[in-house]
């Protein structure tokens, strides 16, 4: 995009010693620096401005991305995001279950004054800067409400679970959901549903969701630890690595069989990320409807951190993880360009 200045995005470089105990199937090194991420700004009154400042605060990552939205649809993609971190404040911020209840609650029925076919209702729209953003977005392209209300419920139901799962298909079935409406919800912002090709896109974004999924289990881990003392990693995985939870928390990524863990997780990750490009084979990688595009950019992300974590030998507490990587906005203009996932 001719407006996007890749100069404003990327901080100074801070070279990383490569640790290539355990690899992918290939690996490129990757850098960090910090990022100077401002306050939420913005309100009733200016919700595009309360938008993209929360997303900058809190998903910077999908707010590089969006940088490669149209203009206008770039407003609609930033409420959908900002409407997944509502979410997720209150399951971070919120200790009663009583009041995160409530909060759940108010917004299932913001999105059922917003999906109203009654006119006056649908005018009652709470002066929340989403629920104004989300309901421009209703009136102008034909979203569903049903991946909206599924990531209401299943920030519920997260909510209500222990942070580790039986096993880790258990903990996909659980979390993918979340991450399915990320990717499938805001897809009608870009491609009508009535595209040919929408239904062979919606299939290839499904294993990216389980991507996202295994990621953020991985990025998780760090903040669990660190501020409740527990960890997400699956019994089933912490059985076959012989992982003893009191020892991850004693010594981090040195604990006996945490690395080999990190990895196998990491590895699901890629599997899906690889399954996706084959489904784009018959057009040598690239997304059939050039439009659609700027959907798969969430994968970038992803697997820059997938290899990131590589190449320091599966540490995911390790603090570079924690800072802003500069040559990731240089490698989401280049997939973009390319139009290959």
């Known amino acids: 995009m001719s407006k996007l200045t890749l100069a404003t995005l990327l901080r100074p470089l801070r070279p990383l010693a490569p640790l290539g105990r355990r690899t992918y199937a290939t690996s490129k090194p990757s850098s960090s620096a910090s990022l ?24 910077p990552e999908a707010w590089l991305c969006s940088y490669f939205w149209p203009r206008r ?46 006119p006056e209702t649908a005018s009652k729209v709470p ?9 421009d977005l209703k009136r102008n392209r034909p979203v569903q409400r049903y991946y909206l209300s599924q990531m209401i419920e299943t920030r519920a139901k997260i909510l209500s679970l222990p942070p580790s799962s039986s096993a880790l298909e258990s903990h996909l079935s659980t979390h993918t959901p979340l991450s399915t409406s990320l990717l499938l919800g805001p897809l009608p912002i870009l491609l009508p549903p009535a595209d040919p090709a929408s239904s062979h896109i919606s299939h290839t974004l499904s294993h990216l969701s389980t991507l996202l999924t295994t990621v ?71 997304v059939k409807q050039d439009r659609a595009m700027p959907i798969f950019l969430s994968a970038v992300p992803a697997e820059n951190y997938l290899q990131r974590l590589e190449n320091l030998d599966f540490d995911v507490f390790h603090p570079d993880l924690q800072k802003h990587d500069w040559k990731l906005a240089p490698k989401i203009w ?7 996932l």
């Open 36 to 59: 100077n991420i401002p306050s939420t700004q913005g309100g009733p009154q200016a919700p595009l401005e309360y938008c993209s400042s929360l997303v900058q605060r809190l998903d």
């Open 216 to 286: 953020s289990l991985l990025r998780t881990l760090p903040v669990l630890v660190s501020s409740k003392r527990q960890i997400n990693i699956p019994s089933d995985i912490c059985e076959k690595h012989n992982i003893v939870e009191e020892e991850v928390l004693r010594k981090g990524a040195e604990a006996r069989g945490f690395r080999d863990a990190a990895l196998e997780i990491g590895t699901r990750g890629m599997d899906e990320l690889i399954t996706a490009r084959r489904d784009l084979k018959d057009t040598e990688g690239k």
């Open 127 to 135: 002066q929340h800067p989403v629920a104004l953003l989300l309901a």
């Open 73 to 118: 649809e770039r407003s609609w993609y930033l409420a959908y995001r900002a409407f997944n971190l509502e979410l997720h404040l209150i399951t971070t911020t919120i200790a009663q279950p009583a009041l995160a209840a409530i909060r759940f609650q108010f917004w299932r029925d913001a999105l059922k004054i917003i999906f109203s076919t009654n």
């Open 334 to 340: 280049w997939r973009f360009q390319s139009g290959k």
